[in-house]
């Protein structure tokens, strides 16, 4: 009767009582909400908004529904979220560096959603390594390492999955509200003392316009706040990849070779990963400066890559990754460049089309029981606005065989558009304080 009656509050546009609305979300963990009543509720938020309090309410009764981490720590506990976007492994690259500079990072990720990879998916393609980590190991490895990227278990906002699970058959996947506290409620379980959000912004992003970027951006950090957790947001860039690789091992590639000291083989992923630590640790009540350079200069060391290295051995991978990644990195049989046919410049790049052809090589899914091909996808993606003569290289495909790579060509072609020369947006397009 409580949630029955909570539905009809929402339907009619009423502000909820934030104990309804926990109260709610407790249900969804133990059953005594049905699958019809949530479907019920998640539409009804859809159609009219829970509010900034119902938000929180939510985002708390959906945290607090399964395990919550505590920590003693000699040091802060502080972890970064991305949207979602194309060529983007900064998390990979992130959590060593705060490693390094004193900071524990126990990162619950995901799996690759859409045209989107997947953090747990990079990983994976590092040869024995597993993401799928009990409390006791995510404890073990961050203590330490200082950072653990691992897989959500089941008793982690176990609310947030069924929810989750109901909205992906019932057309309610699109609303601020319920993808904020579903974002939240996994992030705030694993007990964080500040949290950092990229929220991606053009062709490769799931955000298409600023607004609804801003508008979801204020919303995970408002509530993010509102739950007691400091939170930050930038609104970036996301209208090329933002490292110029796209797959898996292609990615981890690229994170091995900044990791290497190597700024140069993917700059604006080195920029923004030391513009989201800069941020972290000034949250952490450090100045955002001196943040930046603590993190460039983790990186630039190779310290950062002692402790990705170690993190890699300790969820099951070779203990030799720093010196010797390349050899154990999957490579894919086919190897195919794509030269540019005309001149003029890479005026536009639909980074949704291209992540859907890393999907068609094999490097994604398209149902969630659809197997990856660690090795497939693509490598030296040229930048936006670079000058193009005929033959030079547009994009190097990684392909399982001549068929997919055909297919992955013709992707390619009609996602990068030769032309006038675009205007560039900057990097960082806006932050979001608290």
């Not at 506990?77 to 949207?83: A, F, G, Q, R």
């Not at 929810?163 to 996947?173: F, K």
């Not at 408002?222 to 990849?241: K, L, Q």
């Not at 100045?287 to 983790?298: K, L, P, S, V």
């Amino acid at each position: 009767m409580q949630a029955a009656r909570l539905i009809a509050a929402l339907r009619r546009g009423e502000t909820p009582p934030a104990e309804a609305v926990r109260e709610f979300a407790r249900g969804l963990a133990d059953g005594t909400v049905s699958d019809a009543q949530a479907g019920a509720f998640a539409m009804a938020v859809c159609c009219r908004g829970l509010g900034e309090a119902g938000r929180v309410a939510l985002t708390e009764g959906m945290r607090d529904s399964g395990d919550r981490l505590s920590w003693d720590l000699p040091g802060p506990v502080l972890d970064k979220h991305s949207t979602g976007g194309v060529g983007d492994p900064v998390s990979l690259l992130l959590a060593p560096a705060l490693a390094a500079c004193g900071v524990f990072v126990p990162m619950i990720s995901g799996r690759g959603l859409g045209h989107t990879g997947g953090t747990l998916d990079k990983l994976e393609a590092v040869p024995g390594l597993s993401t799928q980590a009990d409390e006791d190991r995510l404890r073990a490895i961050t203590r330490e390492v200082g950072c653990a990227i691992v897989g959500a278990t089941g008793r982690i906002a176990p609310a947030d999955k069924r929810l989750y699970a109901i909205r992906d058959v019932t057309g309610t996947v699109d609303s601020v509200d319920l993808i904020t506290a579903s974002i939240l409620s996994k992030k705030l379980a694993a007990g964080l003392e500040g949290l950092v959000l990229d929220v991606k912004l053009g062709s490769g992003a799931f955000m298409k316009s600023r607004e609804e970027a801003l508008a979801l951006g204020g919303a995970l950090v408002a509530t993010a706040n509102g739950a007691g957790c400091p939170t930050a947001a930038f609104i970036t860039d996301m209208d090329e990849p933002l490292a110029p690789a796209l797959g898996n091992a292609t990615e981890m590639a690229v994170v091995m070779r900044v990791l290497e000291g190597d700024r140069l083989a993917a700059p604006r992923l080195h920029d923004l990963t030391v513009a989201l630590g800069g941020r972290l640790m000034a949250l952490a009540g450090g100045a955002e400066g001196e943040g930046e350079e603590m993190i460039a200069h983790a990186i630039a060391s190779g310290r950062a890559m002692e402790r990705f290295a170690a993190m890699l051995h300790g969820l099951g991978g070779p203990a030799d990754m720093a010196e010797n990644w390349r050899a154990h990195l999957p490579s894919a049989p086919v190897v195919r460049d794509v030269a540019a046919r005309e001149a003029g410049h890479l005026a536009a790049i639909d980074g949704e089309a291209l992540g859907h052809a890393v999907v068609g090589l094999g490097g994604g899914r398209r149902v969630e029981s659809d197997r990856i091909d660690p090795a497939v996808g693509l490598t030296d993606v040229t930048r936006l606005g670079t000058r193009i003569a005929p033959g030079d290289l547009l994009a190097r495909i990684h392909a399982a065989n001549e068929e997919a790579a055909d297919a992955a060509e013709a992707a390619l072609r009609d996602a990068m558009r030769i032309g006038s020369a675009p205007q560039l947006n900057d990097l960082v397009i806006e932050r979001i304080d608290p």
